[in-house]
């Protein structure tokens, strides 16, 4: 295990949070305002970011304004840092598109951090029936971009079975979705646990991703009143990663691809920047480092002194 540096942390710690931005005070149409505290009420127009780390506004347009951003072109660019607005020329939603399917197999952080001798993994849980259907023909369609990031690496995807040894945890971060939806008989566990062992699982890693969709996905076609655990959820989580992380060596990174669940006047993404939070060794150096969505994975591969090439037409990673 490499060891950290004043800017060198020995792990990172990557939590996408899918579809939330950076909103107005309106207790009437954004979460963040109404059920927000330490980590969300900037997100809600009610203060400053007041836990210890440093919260950036990032922009998820890559130069692209007429449209709002969406979460194929966003999250390919979150895990690979290519502006991917240049590569496909307009914003693409849903999973992946073909055309940057290869980055992420092959230009990802996880792959970058691999070939440079470095462990690095996603930490997700995956059910067996989302396994099976993988491993049918053209199951590249279903993919999310952390899943094809993962599997391009060639590392598995976490089981359910790794999940019940504390070695991966589940996207709901509780595991109530997993009992109550899916029938699994796994044992559910308390928001700010669940952050605690997200970073004891780390200390295995230089780097691992997390992913929470559930913010994206009720900000589509929810009501105020629907979505007040997901807050929750998210502020133990977050305030269990916290209070467990060393931050002389460990750094933990939250951002999102696009702006959605802080605004549920509209059942569409917003145009509203992302939030690039930053808590530990290294987080001095994100501000002059960070402005754009791609920012953040080139930020993190900077720390590591692993160089990130520039978008070029003749870079093609197939």
């Known amino acids: 295990m490499i060891k950290a540096s004043k800017n060198d942390p020995e792990t990172i710690i990557f939590v996408f949070i899918d579809g939330i931005g950076i909103g107005l005070k309106n207790s009437d149409t954004n979460p963040f305002t109404r059920y927000g505290k330490d980590f969300f009420s900037a997100l809600g127009g009610k203060s400053s970011f007041t836990p210890p780390g440093i919260l950036i506004p990032a922009d998820a347009h890559m130069s692209l304004y007429s449209t709002p951003p969406q979460s194929g072109t966003g999250q390919a660019a979150l895990f690979t840092g290519y502006n991917t607005i240049s590569l496909v020329h307009r914003h693409m939603s849903g999973f992946p598109p073909f055309s940057l399917r290869p980055y992420l197999k092959n230009k990802s952080i996880i792959h970058y951090f691999l070939q440079n001798s470095l462990k690095a993994s996603v930490i997700n849980t995956y059910t067996k029936k989302y396994l099976e259907i993988l ?28 999940l019940l040894e504390e070695k991966s945890i589940f996207m709901d971060i509780t595991n109530w979705f997993l ?15 669940s952050g605690r062992r997200l970073v004891r699982l780390a200390s295995d890693y230089n780097l691992v991703v997390f992913e929470y969709f559930f913010p994206d ?38 951002s999102s691809d696009h702006g959605n669940f802080e605004d549920l006047s509209i059942p569409v993404h917003t145009h509203n920047m ?4 930053f808590y530990g060794c290294g987080q001095s150096l994100a501000p002059s480092f960070v402005r754009e969505i791609y920012d953040v994975p080139r930020f993190l591969l900077s720390l590591k002194k692993i160089e990130f090439h520039e978008n070029k037409k003749k870079d093609n990673p197939e």
Request: no cysteine.
């Open 274 to 277: 992302i939030p690039a939070i």
């Open 179 to 193: 009992r109550k939806e899916l029938g699994y008989k796994v044992p559910e566990i308390l928001p700010d646990e």
């Open 135 to 162: 491993g049918k023909p053209r199951s590249e369609r279903f993919m999310s971009a952390s899943t094809m990031m993962q599997t391009g690496s060639g590392q598995r995807l976490l089981s359910v079975d790794d």
């Open 217 to 254: 996905k009720y900000g589509h076609d929810s009501e105020i009143n629907d979505v007040e655990f997901i807050v929750d959820h998210l502020e133990g989580f977050l305030k269990g990663i916290w209070e467990e992380l060393d931050p002389s060596r460990q750094l933990v990174v939250v």
